[in-house]
């Protein structure tokens, strides 16, 4: 565990033996396809050279679909 994840933990008031056993929040894996090409979210941020908080942000929070969110970018 990274140093800065266990602070943030324990200033939130977790305790210190929860903080440091307890596992990483995993998220899912974010896959799509466009064209015949199916990739991580994290794989099309790197090929497109857009950055991979970027594309999330538009899809996840901004509600765009992944066409969209490949899109903005080149506006």
Known sequence: MKKEAL???LALGWEPEEA????KRELPT???TFGEKTLTLRGWAEQ???KYHTLYSRIRTQ??????????ARR
């Open 7 to 9: 602070r943030t933990r």
């Open 20 to 23: 440091v056993t307890q596992p």
């Open 30 to 32: 974010l896959q799509f």
């Open 48 to 50: 497109s050279g857009i």
């Open 63 to 72: 509600g765009m679909s992944f066409e969209e969110a490949r899109q903005g």
